[in-house]
């Protein structure tokens, strides 16, 4: 049975009318590929300086860029191995079954694909993705060790998750215990994705431009490459190093920092020969939390995590566009 997702036929509209449009020139041209800022959080155990140097180092990064890349993580290698195994498995699983209601006994649409909005090659993602809402993890079915990986992953990034946001907070006058007593494990999710070949590499992305809707995103990566951020108003291309995690600031920390820490756009874009892995945990506080500038005089009114996904929803439906934090700036509706 097959196992790609059924792109041509879910939108042969889109992909015919591509013939017809005037704009055929390559979408993907040659970007600067730029390696991140490396962190080494096993500084983070040497003496008092070491410490306050990597910490810094990564508060610049956080500014500066809005990502950067960590080793001597804490997460065993072994560990990223086995969920990168598992989730080959899942997304070899013919596409009626993962397209099926509760697949994995999960949530609806935890198995996404494609763009049910998209009206035009260029908002057309070309990849699909297993989310998982930790809360529903515990639910236990014939993929035991999908699961048992998952939830010993999750453990593992929800403490690293928390220890960055934790020292990315100490020279904004953060209180120590406002992560713990606003994120947990429950909270956040994992999202696993693949990028299948492309034969429009050239005019599609894997994964549209979106910022990222949470406090700190970890993601693990494989070789093949393919993930871009705009930075200074341009789109540069990430050298892939599969040794260690990327990280990047979400929405929810920029607005937290007042603006200091910077959530940048990203994408993916499509690769026309070799198919992509990658696994995005997501730190993400309570529905209930209350997200509130830590500085006067504020760019963002206070607003709470459902507040945020519900706005996002209005305006995906609405303008088929995430907008997001402009959304919250004071004096702006």
């Known amino acids: ?3 790609e997702p059924p792109f041509f036929e879910k939108y042969n509209a889109i992909f015919q009318s591509f013939a017809d449009e005037k704009e055929k020139s390559t979408m993907v041209d040659v970007f600067e590929e730029i390696e991140l800022p490396l962190i080494d959080l096993g500084q983070l155990n040497l003496g008092p300086f070491e410490r306050q140097k990597c910490i810094e180092t990564m508060a610049r990064a956080a500014t500066e860029w809005g990502f950067f890349q960590i080793v001597n993580h804490g997460i065993p290698e072994e560990l990223l191995d086995r969920l990168n195994q598992e989730q080959v498995k899942v997304f070899q699983q013919p596409f009626d079954k993962k397209s099926e209601d509760k697949f994995l006994n999960l949530s609806a649409q935890s198995y996404r694909w494609g763009n049910p909005l998209a009206t035009s090659l260029r908002n057309l993602s070309w990849s699909e993705a ?3 809402s930790l809360k529903d993890i515990s639910k236990r079915d014939e993929y035991n060790n999908l699961r048992s990986t998952i939830e010993e992953y999750a453990e593992e990034a929800n403490v690293l998750a928390q220890r960055l946001a934790e020292h990315l907070a ?4 953060i209180r120590a215990s406002y992560f713990r007593e606003n994120c947990s494990p429950n909270s956040s999710s994992l999202r696993m994705n693949r990028y299948p070949p492309c034969p429009y590499s050239s005019i599609m992305f894997g994964i549209v431009p979106h910022t990222d809707s949470d406090f700190l995103t970890i993601v693990s990566q494989d070789q093949v490459g393919g993930l871009q951020l705009k930075r200074n108003g341009r ?5 892939p190093n599969p040794k260690a995690l990327v990280v990047n600031i979400g929405d929810f920390y920029q607005a937290l920092s007042n603006g200091k ?5 990203h994408r993916v874009i499509a690769n026309g020969e070799s198919e992509r892995y990658s696994a995005a945990y997501f730190y993400c506080p309570t529905y209930e939390t209350v997200i509130e500038s830590c500085s006067k005089p504020s760019l963002y009114r206070k607003f709470s995590f459902k507040e945020y996904r519900e706005q996002i929803q209005k305006d995906v439906k609405a303008t088929g566009d995430k907008v997001g934090l402009s959304r919250f700036l004071l004096g702006i509706n």
Do not use: D
């Not at 100490?170 to 006058?173: A, I, K, V, Y």
């Not at 789109?235 to 050298?239: C, L």
């Not at 820490?261 to 756009?265: D, F, H, N, V």
């Open 235 to 239: 789109w540069v291309s990430v050298k």
């Open 261 to 265: 820490y910077k959530s940048l756009t």
């Open 170 to 173: 100490q020279n904004l006058g």
């Open 130 to 132: 297993l989310h998982v």
């Open 1 to 3: 049975m097959a196992t």
